[in-house]
């Protein structure tokens, strides 16, 4: 099973690259999130990747980070109905700490904003993983939520206004993240909005 991948890049779009490692090239599946981070084409990269065998074939689906890559094996091994596009899809919508924010909180609106989510699924997503991504008791966090901490809420209100304004999940996360970078923590969803729309 291939757990990592490290080579050439040799073709990159938003959700799909090709790496050559050895000789071979190797197509891997990407959310937005990593493909925002890649060097440019004839770089070296390096991929932490999840394998996936189905009876018609099998695909590679790469992170940059490891939290991401555990996400998607969350999505895919706990929550019925989500399988290896849609886990694709959901973080290419809103980045891993606005997901496991609105898990955590049961933001269903928010969560039902990424493609092919509907407020069934988005349900599921709350009630199947609330208790994976969260606190599981007084000062007891799960493996997967100790190596990054919690966004604050302010983030993700800021998404949802950003939303409700009539931006993309895809577009209102990304503002509210370049937000974040420039402004520090300590910040309102208000000042979050502002930053975003470049006020």
Do not use: W
Not at 103 to 108: A, H, M, N, P, S
Not at 139 to 152: L, S, Y
Request: contains cysteine; aromatic residues 4%; hydrophobic residues 50%.
């Amino acid at each position: 099973m291939i757990v990592s991948l490290r080579g050439k890049l040799i073709e990159a779009g938003v959700l799909r690259v090709v790496i050559e490692s050895s000789g071979v090239g190797y197509e891997v599946n990407v959310p937005v999130t990593t493909a925002e981070r890649l060097p440019q084409v004839g770089s070296e990269v390096s991929l932490l990747v999840h394998h996936v065998f189905r009876e018609d074939g099998q695909a590679l689906y790469g992170f940059a980070v490891a939290e991401e890559r555990e996400f998607f094996k969350l999505l895919v091994e706990k929550v019925s109905g989500v399988g290896p596009k849609m886990a694709l899809n959901i973080l290419s919508r809103l980045s891993l700490p606005i997901l496991r924010d609105a898990i955590v909180r049961g933001d269903v609106a928010l969560l039902s904003q990424c493609p092919g989510v509907g407020k069934k699924t988005a349900e599921r997503l709350v009630v199947e993983l609330k208790d994976k991504v969260g606190l599981e008791g007084p000062g007891v966090v799960t493996a997967a939520v100790a190596a990054q901490p919690p966004v604050p809420t302010a983030a993700s209100d800021a998404v949802a206004a950003l939303i409700a304004l009539g931006f993309k999940a895809a577009d209102a996360d990304k503002g509210v993240r370049a937000a974040l970078a420039r402004l520090g923590g300590g910040v309102t969803a208000d000042q979050l909005v502002k930053a975003a729309l470049g006020r």
